[in-house]
């Protein structure tokens, strides 16, 4: 069955980067795009962007531009979120979530929650 | 960007009844294909979101039939027929057709 395991919470100083993956599994990783969710406390969910780990292509919403950086390690169907120059508006939970074609996305992972403290 | 809007933050209904959640988007979801690029999600707590609707009306697989997409155009509903009590949730809509895609601000089920 479809799993995405993603990393423990991470605590980490305003100014820093954090990396958080998202592992795959029971799937090709390589034929679905992989997008990342923001949810911040007690709000709403935002897209922030999505690769396709087959080639490597991403898209972003414009407000992440700058802020994440996603990449992909086929050899363990495995995602990667970097969220750099972290400020307390960053502290949040980040879902990676499977696309089903162009249409939805049909599996989430658990999320990883990121506080950012000093 | 599209944006979604769901009025209600907050529903309060009690086990058995019907209840329905309304999403409208800023401009049409319908595509050339002919489809909607709109589709439902639920996040109960400690649990990990759930894909219940996509393509405005079609139930993903293991959904219950008691939960029912409609809508066309930028008018969107999600309707829950007999609501048990493992419906009680936050419910989100999400459009797809245009990036960046982006999500209604969610509609919190509550127990009258």
């Known amino acids: 069955q479809v799993k995405l395991l993603q990393s423990g919470a991470a605590l980490v100083k305003p100014g820093a980067s954090v990396k958080m993956s998202c592992k795959a599994s029971g799937y090709t990783f390589t034929d679905y795009w992989v997008s990342w969710v923001k949810q911040s406390h007690g709000k709403s969910l935002e897209w922030i962007g999505e690769i396709y780990p087959n080639s490597g292509a991403t898209n972003f919403n414009e407000k992440f531009k700058g802020k994440a950086t996603l990449t992909v390690d086929k050899s363990t169907s495995t995602a990667y979120m970097e969220l750099s120059r972290l400020t307390s508006e960053d502290s949040a939970i980040y879902y990676c979530?499977?696309?089903?074609?162009?249409?939805?996305?049909?599996?989430w992972g658990p999320g990883t929650m990121v506080t950012v403290s000093s | 960007q599209i944006t979604l809007t769901q009025q209600a933050e907050s529903l309060w209904i009690s086990p058995g009844e019907r209840v329905s959640i309304t999403c409208r988007a800023s401009?049409?979801?319908?595509?050339?294909?002919?489809?909607?690029?709109l589709s439902w999600y639920q996040q109960r707590p400690g649990q990990t979101t759930k894909a219940l609707i996509y393509h405005a009306s079609v139930r993903t697989d293991g959904v219950p039939t008691r939960f029912i997409g409609s809508g066309s155009g930028t008018e969107f509903t999600l309707s829950i027929e007999h609501v048990q009590p493992e419906d009680f949730a936050i419910y989100y809509c999400?459009?797809?057709?245009?990036?960046?895609?982006?999500f209604g601000a969610g509609t919190k089920l509550e127990l009258k």
């Open positions: 401009q049409s979801l319908l595509y050339t294909d002919g489809k909607h690029y």
């Open positions: 979530t499977r696309k089903r074609g162009y249409w939805y996305f049909d599996f």
């Open positions: 999400l459009q797809t057709l245009k990036s960046p895609y982006t």
